[in-house]
């Protein structure tokens, strides 16, 4: 199982981004999926998941009404659509297929005046 994000960047407070997730060597349609994200000197933290059918969502208490993960199961995407973003949101952003236990390499995420 290969999961390789993009869309991270640097962005102002109060911006948005679009994380996208792509699958490969599998098939994410029978799975939940997973966003996480690391801080610097941090532990991962969970921010969302979202189950096979894309219709039951979980977020993470801090990313609550700003942040919606979606999938689109025949292109074998995940998004994670981040809105009024904080400079506490900056970190590395990671895909994950966790029972699978397959994770991306992460992308960035800075969020900074």
């Known amino acids: 199982a290969q999961l390789v994000e993009s869309g991270g960047g640097l962005v102002q407070p109060g911006g948005s981004l679009r994380l996208s997730c792509s699958a490969s060597?599998?098939?994410?349609?029978?799975?939940?999926m997973a966003w996480y994200r690391q801080a610097p000197e941090k532990e991962r933290e969970f921010v969302a998941n979202?189950?096979?059918?894309?219709?039951?969502?979980n977020y993470g208490d801090s990313v609550k009404g700003r942040f919606t993960i979606s999938r689109e199961n025949a292109k074998n995407l995940v998004y994670l659509q981040m809105n009024n973003l904080k400079p506490e949101d900056t970190g590395v952003y990671y895909c994950?297929?966790?029972?699978?236990?397959?994770r991306g390499q992460g992308t960035q995420v800075t969020v900074s005046s």
């Open positions: 060597r599998f098939r994410i349609s029978p799975y939940y």
């Open positions: 994950s297929a966790p029972l699978l236990d397959a």
């Open positions: 979202i189950d096979p059918t894309g219709r039951r969502k």
